[in-house]
């Protein structure tokens, strides 16, 4: 069973910046792919980005491309999301997820979910 816990989140104005973090426990880190999901009120959860299991491979949905940035450091147990010029619609609870497997694009449901970290941009 793996567990995941998102830190970072809080309330930034439009074009600022901030980084989530999503450390893993309870598995072999390296074993999976990891990601983000995001979710606003009312509306399905959507998939933002990924990133292989070794790094090599990263994944992004088309209203985040340039902006946001995915990491892991395999080392750590440990994925990121940087985000930059931050925009009000990038406000949502922001969720890190995991799947065992090498790739994943977000087209089907991860195996793991954390509990969420709430991204507020005020304009």
């Known amino acids: 069973q793996v567990q995941l816990v998102e830190s970072g989140g809080g309330l930034v104005q439009a074009g600022g910046s901030l980084r989530l973090s999503c450390a893993a426990s309870?598995?072999?880190?390296?074993?999976?792919?990891m990601g983000w999901f995001r979710q606003t009120p009312g509306k399905e959860r959507e998939f933002v980005a990924s990133?292989?299991?070794?790094?090599?491979?990263?994944y992004y949905t088309d209203s985040v491309k340039g902006r946001f940035t995915i990491s892991r450091d395999n080392a750590k147990n440990t994925v990121y999301l940087q985000m930059n010029s931050l925009k009000p619609e990038d406000t949502a609870v922001y969720y890190c997820?995991?799947?065992?497997?090498?790739?994943?694009?977000?087209?089907?449901?991860?195996?793991?979910w954390g509990q969420g970290t709430q991204v507020t941009v005020s304009s």
């Open positions: 997820v995991a799947v065992r497997r090498q790739y994943y694009t977000g087209n089907y449901g991860p195996d793991y």
């Open positions: 990133i292989s299991w070794a790094g090599s491979t990263t």
């Open positions: 309870g598995g072999i880190f390296s074993n999976y792919a």
